[in-house]
Structures are given as structure tokens and as C-alpha cells.
């Protein structure tokens, strides 16, 4: 799925950042708290041979019946996605226009049923405004629609495909502290792409959800990576490179003790091309 902050073209970047023994561990256990649209699961699943077990979560309950659902009944998705894809192909831009927004008061009304709620979301992100997903202050998808002239929306090859890969992904949804209780007995390797602390006169692109992800809830991540490196798991966490008042790394002043690296993202959630531009972003490891 599209989603802002995705992983996709920083995959080269975050491989080259795993730890040195990974590769040679044979009895790994991978972890996501914040899976996303699942770039770096993806990856990691079909890239190294020796993960034995993967444990995702999310807090967007939408998000996470559709793993479920492709992990169990990909042919329901399949068949709820086809009618969205015949209905979109046969109407004009306008029309298409109208029916998005028809699909999202649809979905915001919450009267589906989860396997529906979960096939909406697939075709609103694929329909959208470049796969953002955003909630407003009352909690209701508000994203814009997307004009794309023929966009694959019931992907059987990709489902199918996925299927096959989440068959050993143990995938939950809640609070993401929680996956402590699902760590591995061998080598336990955390992945986190948190939403991302706002920079300095910039949008808050943080607020996917009503609630948000405030300072407070960084702290509160921080301490949660100090658990899990005190029970040996090795982390990564990526994040925006944001300052203090002062002009110091907040993140290097709050992970103090950790190593960090810094990489340029390409992010292209604005609509005016002149204006996307690559951001730096700190990579935090306990390694």
C-alpha cells in the first residue's frame, strides 16, 4: 500500500544498516510495531531466508484487517476489490471524482463490516491523493482524491503474492508497546517507524490519527527502546532530524548513548513538484 513515510526508496539504505552478524543468525524473530504499508516487511521477507517468525502491528484497525484478510482470505478481498476496479474504469475523471468521495463518506460512516471496511481502504488508498492516510479532529479519513487515469486496484498477482509472504507473520493491532510480549526466544531484530517528530516550521505531518504522536509519546518510545535493549533485541528506529529551541538533534540528545546515522528521504506529499524535496531523517540503532 502507499503511505506517507513509506520505506520504499530507502530500502538499499536501511539494508546496508542491519546489524553486521544478522545475515549469520539462524533463529530470528522480526519485528514492526508501526508496520505501515509494510516497504521494510515486505523486504525483509523476501530478501533474508533466515527470519523465522515476524510479528507486525498497527494501531489503525482499517490497516491491519487488510493483512489479515490477505493472509486468510485473499479470494474475499478479491472479490470485494473487482466490483470498485469495474465501477472505477467505466466512469469519466468527473465521475470518478464524484464516486471517491462517495466510497469515503461511505467508509467514514462506518457502517461496514470489517472485511468491507478493509476493501474501501484498499481502494481509497489506491485512488487517493499519493496514498496519504489521514484523519481529521472527529477521526474521519479527509484525504482528496488523486486523478490517476487507470490505477490497479484489485491487484490479484500482489495479493496473491502477499498471501504467500504473510503466512508466518504473526500480525496484531493496538498500542505497540505490546509486541514486547511477542518477542522471540532467539535473535530479536525491531524495526520502528514511528509517525515522525514535526521539524521546525514545517506541517505537522505527524497527526495521521486524531490523537497524534506528540513529544510526550516520543519520550515514552525512547524508554520503550531501552526495554527492549536491555532484553538483548536489536533496534533500529528511523525518524525525521529534528531540532531542540536550541538548535541541538532532539533525537541525539534524547537517545544519548545510541549510535545514529543521518540519510536523505525523498518525500512527495506535496502537490507542487517545485516543492518536494529530500528531507534528512536520523537512523537511531543500539548497535
Known sequence: ???????????????????????????????????GGGAMLFHMLTRHQNIRRVVINDINKGLIRCYQLIKEEPQTLIELLRPFEQRYYELNDEEREQYYYEIR????????????????????????FRGMYRENASGG???????????KICNVDVIMADHEALKKVDIYCGDYKKVISH???????????????????????NQYFKNGFSDK??????????????????????NSDSTNKDGTSYFETLYEGYTFGKVLASR????????????????ITNY
Open 1 to 35: 500500500m502507499k503511505w506517507v513515510g513509506g520505506k520504499t526508496n530507502l530500502l538499499k539504505i536501511l539494508e546496508s544498516q542491519l546489524p553486521a552478524d544478522f545475515d549469520s543468525q539462524t533463529d530470528v524473530t522480526y519485528i514492526e510495531p508501526f508496520v
Open 105 to 128: 463518506k461511505k467508509y467514514n460512516e462506518d457502517n461496514l463490516s470489517a472485511n468491507e471496511r478493509a476493501a474501501y481502504m484498499i481502494f481509497l488508498n489506491i485512488t487517493c
Open 141 to 151: 479519513y479527509n484525504v482528496p482524491f488523486g486523478h490517476y487515469s487507470k490505477p
Open 183 to 205: 518477542l522471540g526466544k532467539g535473535y530479536n531484530f525491531v524495526y520502528l517507524d514511528p509517525p515522525y517528530r514535526a521539524l521546525e516550521g514545517s506541517c505537522n505531518f
Open 217 to 238: 509519546e516520543q519520550v515514552e518510545l525512547k524508554v520503550f527502546c531501552d526495554r527492549l535493549t536491555a532484553k538483548g533485541c536489536k533496534v533500529m528506529q528511523s
Open 268 to 283: 512527495y506529499i506535496n502537490a507542487y513538484a517545485e516543492k518536494r524535496e529530500k528531507q534528512s531523517e536520523v537512523l
